[in-house]
């Protein structure tokens, strides 16, 4: 969760430190910190508790020294409140050596306590610090020599971790670790950088290596050397980072959430990119992959809260069209149950940060288990993917808000596509089925480009009106019902308004209760063209709702007039099949959770308590 950036080179680092860390900030803002090597070969830092502008205003009121070499944190708060002195870097070695780090030290109590006995002292509660210090430690047993000190270090810890350590008397040299975290390097021209994600550098550089599990990177100007835990040279994979700079900028959009948003049109656009032939949905991706999609007997998706709804909608269409039975299973849960998969079932994992420990750990249990894995994710390089047989990448380009929007509609886009791509394997799709879906996927983003254009300043004034509600309910049917899910944690998430999404046959089954005067309550409508009794059960659910005082607000196709008497408000959404319209029925819950939270003054791309990317269980 935390973000990591560590830089060598000729340039002053501490601009370089900070740029990266603001582009990081998404994966945690309780604190942030840096520290450098100057000229002189003396470490210095700083740190500060709350957001990244603390530390900078910390900084320009009590600058360090300028320095080449240095590592850069940004914390969310695992061990240890988010305080000026559980910040991270963590000093040890009589203040010659930095640390920092993400995920966390599962033995961290055991070690401490055998440094304590040992007369080590601790300035903080943090798991880090016992890394820091024992690295100290060992430097002295190896001599001064960091590499095998770190190597020691490295071994000794349990759990999830990314450390990057740099030691006084190695100027010019920054050592990153990573087990079940992210890491990755950038190549520059005379530097190089290390990076939680690509993020961290990609404004110096798109050459990038990915580190595999349980390595080490060793950066200079000069160059760079992985090796395992042991010391063992390995390869490390190089990649093209595929966006630059500017795609991961707020480019004049009031929040990273209000650009994101925007870009669902062409997050489903590029999702599609390249993956229509000769009138029919072939990703060259899992070319070779043929035989195994005709021989499994069961898919299970895992994800974990938006990547998990999207999965919920994914099951619809892989049924539908591929006819192969679908289990979506909370990738926390899926671990710890001794889960009933094996060579005949594929586990697909969706993600777009690749990085979520939870969807990690289920990967690693269904490839212990041995069933085929393949990954739906959006980062490149992350270590979902690296962690499977296959991956689809989604192409929606980064995001950066922690409410995740454009990667949504991309995530369904790309389980859709992969729903197509297996029944054409399988024979279960038509051609007359596969070329109308071909047709749904070219119009999609114009469609959502319709809502933006005409509903959203519409959206965005209901989302003011209603910025005193303490409780608002989300009811679907069918594909609708995972997106009345996430429309209710969209608006958890950024508004902190209390919110519920229910499948809306479920309602007279107990949630009905809830209902009273004024409460209010959208309600996804199926379409009525492609399924009439859905539709009609749903507007028998509204008139349920609103017989008890609830204040209706529908989200229906443009033309449905059957919804008009019983709805407060209609939201329009362009025609479009059943199977499709989820891509179009999450846009304006999308818009009106950030229409609220904005109308409520809060900070819609990094609101309290969370992080972008979930590294730890
Ligand atoms: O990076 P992932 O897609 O694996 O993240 C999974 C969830 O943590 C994520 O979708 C989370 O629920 C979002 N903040 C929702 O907006």
Known sequence: MCGIVGYVGPRDSQDILIAGLARLEYRGYDSAGIAVIDGDGSLHSAKKAGKLAMLRDELASSPIAAGT????????????????????????????LAVIHNGIIENFSELKAELLAEGYTFRSETDTEVSAVLLGREYSAHDGDLAAAFRAVVNRLEGAFTLLVMHQDHPGLVLGARRNSPLVIGLGEGENFLGSDVAAFVEHTRN??????????????????????????????????????????????????????????????????????????????????????????????????????????????????????????????????????????????????????????????????????????????????????????????????????????????????????????????????????????????????????????????????????????????????PIALEGALKLKEISYIHAEGFAAGELKHGPIALVEPGLPVFVVVPSPSGAPTLHAKVVSNIQEIRARGARVIAIAEAGDAAVLPHAD???????????????????????????????????????????KSVTVE
């Open 208 to 481: 990038a290596l990915a580190i595999g599990q349980d390595q080490i990177a060793a950066i200079t100007p000069e160059g760079v050397e992985v090796t395992d835990f042991a010391g063992n040279p390995v390869e490390a994979e190089p990649f093209e980072v595929k966006w630059d700079a500017t795609a991961a900028e707020k480019g004049g959009w009031p929040s990273f959430m209000a650009k994101e948003i925007s870009e669902e049109p062409e997050a489903v656009a590029n999702t599609i990119l390249g993956r229509v032939h000769d009138g029919k949905v072939v990703i060259p991706e899992l070319d070779g992959m043929d035989e195994l999609f005709a021989g499994i007997s069961r898919i299970v998706i895992v994800g974990a809260g938006t990547a998990a709804y999207s999965a919920l909608v994914g099951k619809y269409a892989i049924e539908q069209w591929a006819r192969i039975p679908v289990d979506v299973e909370l990738a926390h849960e899926f671990r710890y149950r001794d889960p009933l998969v094996g060579p005949d079932v594929l586990v697909i994992s969706i993600s777009q940060s690749g990085e979520t420990m939870d969807t990690l750990m289920a990967v690693k249990e269904a490839n212990r288990l041995g069933a085929k894995t393949l990954s739906i994710c959006n980062t490149q390089g992350a270590t979902i993917p690296r962690e499977s047989d296959a991956v689809v990448y989604l192409h929606a380009g980064p995001e950066v808000a922690v409410a995740s929007t454009k990667a949504f509609v991309a995530q369904i886009t790309g389980l859709y596509l992969f729903a197509l791509h297996v029944g054409r394997i399988r024979g279960t799709v038509s051609a007359e089925v596969q070329s109308e879906a071909i047709r749904e996927f070219a119009d999609l983003p114009e469609k959502i480009r319709w809502i933006l254009e005409n509903e959203q300043e519409r959206i965005e004034q209901l989302a003011h009106w209603m910025a005193d509600t303490r409780s608002v309910l989300f009811l679907g049917r069918h594909v609708g019902y």
């Open 69 to 96: 070499t240095g590592i850069g944190h940004t914390r969310w708060a695992t061990h240890g409140g988010p305080t000026d002195v559980n910040a991270h870097p963590h000093l040890a070695d009589d203040d010659k």
């Open 569 to 611: 408000e209609v939201l329009r959404i362009p025609l479009a099949g059943p199977l499709f319209e989820p891509i179009l029925a999450v846009v304006p819950l999308h818009i009106f959770a950030m229409g609220l939270a904005n109308a409520k003054g809060l900070d819609v791309d990094q609101p309290r308590n969370l992080a």
